[in-house]
């Protein structure tokens, strides 16, 4: 933990609406089947942002101290007894817990899990503690070692661009298809890099923004649109194969429904505001489209993290800044900001 005093580490919990505090916690030790994780980047999520800024994400609101953070990798520090993980491996970890045994898991569904944990959440109480800390104790079976040559800094992206890649596949076979993806965050440009890897043949992307449209670019859109914000202003002759929702908001559903062509297929990702949300049913039914939602990802990353290490999967324009622990407060304020940024990265190596 780099120098730094073995019986503590570093931990940014989120106590409240913009009460976001690096604090002093005990090591973790790992027991039985489990792995301690020295922790060296963590990937600041939309959901790290809300409940830093309105202590809540949708119905899941902070009810105690919250570790955030899901998005994270870094190297082996202990293997627990009876587990065999070599101190120094460069890792993964998988952010969810499922049951394993409800009627979604046996059905192969964990990521819809109807009893799961997931890393920095505030969906069960007590909370299920996060990733952005020094030191992170897991179960053996969600540390994934990384394939060689990938380094740690790309593999940060990982577990969104898993979220990006569940997202195609349930859009099916995409190759040679004309898509629109509404929305260039960091979800949005993964969208727009899984959906190349998967063949594609035009991408056209939406944002409000002209900093994230460049983003996107570089990871394989083919053309792209400013829209006015919260307008659903789009390229609505546009007549896509399929259309993937990833801003999270009604303006991109709307402008999704009438980017496609009759008979297309809208994949919703990007989670919408709380409660019930107006949908031109009219032209979902008259269009005769299909509209599928998309959730979390499960064993896609184990699919992710080669395709990072052997370039199918062009993330690295994603990450556009890495700042240090010590300096967490001014990394959030830079990942909320999508004129300046796409995705942050914490350094806890630093």
Not at 25 to 50: F, K, M, N, T, W
Request: proline letters at 8%.
């Amino acid at each position: 933990m780099n120098d730094r005093d073995s019986a503590t580490m570093r931990a940014v919990v989120a106590h409240g609406a913009g009460d976001l505090r690096l604090e002093e916690r005990p090591v973790p030790v790992p027991g039985p089947g489990e792995v301690a994780v020295d922790i060296r980047y963590g990937g600041i999520c939309g959901s790290d942002l809300h409940y830093w800024r309105h202590g809540a994400v949708g119905e899941f609101r902070l009810r105690e101290p919250l570790v955030l953070g899901h998005e994270i990798v870094g190297r082996v520090r202990q293997a627990g007894p009876g587990t065999q993980a070599p101190p120094g491996t460069p890792v993964a970890v998988h952010p969810l817990a499922s049951c394993g045994r409800c009627r979604q898991c046996l059905a192969g569904r964990r990521n819809t899990c109807l009893d799961t944990g997931y890393l920095g959440s505030a969906a069960r109480n007590p909370h299920v503690q996060g990733g952005f800390a020094d030191v992170l104790v897991v179960p053996a079976e969600r540390v994934l070692a990384l394939p060689e040559g990938l380094d740690l800094r790309l593999a940060a992206v990982a577990e969104p661009a898993a979220v990006a890649w569940h997202a195609v596949r349930q859009a099916g076979d995409v190759r040679g298809k004309r898509v629109l993806v509404t929305g260039a965050g960091p979800i949005g440009c993964l969208v727009v890099a899984a959906l190349r890897a998967a063949g594609a043949a035009e991408i056209t992307v939406t944002d409000v923004h002209e900093a994230p449209l460049a983003v996107a670019k570089q990871v394989g859109a083919t053309s792209t649109v400013r829209v006015g914000a919260g307008t659903g202003d789009g390229p609505d002759d546009l007549a896509a194969d399929l259309a993937i929702e990833s801003s999270g908001t009604p303006a991109g559903l709307r402008t999704c429904v009438y980017g496609v062509d009759r008979g297309g297929l809208v994949v919703g990702l990007g989670l919408l505001p709380p409660g019930d949300t107006p949908v031109a049913a009219n032209a979902l039914i008259t269009r005769e489209l299909r509209l599928v939602g998309s959730f979390r990802f499960d064993d896609e990353l184990t699919e992710v993290l080669p395709a990072l290490a052997d370039g199918r999967l062009p993330a690295e324009p994603v990450v556009t800044s890495v700042l240090p622990v010590p300096h967490t407060q001014e990394a959030f304020a830079l990942a909320a900001d999508p004129a300046r940024s796409c995705k942050v990265l914490l350094d806890f190596g630093e």
